[in-house]
């Protein structure tokens, strides 16, 4: 039986360590996605204008459940925080990022896809940091070992801004959009992949008022304007 399976990641996804498994896979999971309006009030209208504003994270919400009794309940039985500790460090700060540190979950090739539908590397993934963690000690033997234990936990899905701008694949030439530079791109290959035409180079140097449009750092962010 596949198991749910945490992998660290790093900030570039890069897998670290070894990959922690769950002892039991969980019943049910939630995921939970939703999208920020705001409400533009224009006096003499009969109500105000929704004009969408961002979309939120996506969440995912799971139990889990942990056992040792199956090694003896007396004096030499095996705490259950053996197996809960690694799922409660994934909420400590790393010391190498300063936070937290990303996962990436895992259970199956059918594991519901948070891509919104987009072709991407990562399909059936759910590459997250964790909001809180909330453990439940529910067995103990005579020498107060906790032998049970369910742990809660609340995800938050993690992406880059150039996964988010590679997913939404804004296409619409009137409207201003953003591009993230790769390495050995030129305005021109930009401006004919966003125009159809590689002379439009000097709209966006303009725009971004950049000193020098021959030289582009990789990760530079542009705005590409509108061509009306």
């Known amino acids: 039986m596949a198991k749910l399976t945490f992998q660290r990641l790093d900030l570039t996804k890069s897998p670290v360590g070894d990959p922690i498994t769950v002892q039991y896979n969980p019943t049910e999971f939630t995921l939970e996605k939703a999208a920020q309006y705001a409400a533009v009030a224009i006096p003499g209208l009969d109500q105000p204008v929704i004009q969408f504003v961002r979309g939120d994270s996506e969440k995912l919400g799971l139990e889990l459940f942990f056992d040792t009794t199956v090694d003896g309940t007396g004096a030499d039985a095996t705490p259950v925080t ?20 990303i996962y990436r979950l895992t259970w199956g ?32 033997n005579s020498e107060g070992v906790p032998l049970r234990a369910t742990i809660t936990l609340s995800l938050v899905q993690y992406r880059t801004l150039e996964e988010q701008l590679q997913e939404l694949n804004l296409q619409s030439a009137d409207h201003t959009r953003i ?11 930009i401006a004919y992949d966003a125009y159809r035409n590689p002379a439009r180079w000097r709209l966006i140097a303009e725009h971004n008022r950049l000193l020098n449009p021959r030289q582009l750092a990789a990760g530079t962010i542009l705005e590409l304007p509108p061509t009306t």
Do not use: M, W
């Not at 059918?110 to 993934?125: I, K």
């Not at 993230?180 to 791109?185: A, D, I, K, M, T």
């Open 109 to 140: 090739e059918a594991f519901p896809n948070t891509a919104a539908g987009r072709d991407t590397d990562a399909l059936h993934v759910f590459d997250c940091v964790v909001e809180s963690v909330s453990r439940q000690f529910t067995l103990f």
């Open 82 to 101: 053996t197996l809960t500790d690694p799922f409660y460090r994934f909420i400590k700060i790393d010391p190498e990022l300063h936070a937290p540190a």
């Open 179 to 189: 591009h993230v530079v790769r390495q050995g791109e030129t305005l021109p290959q």
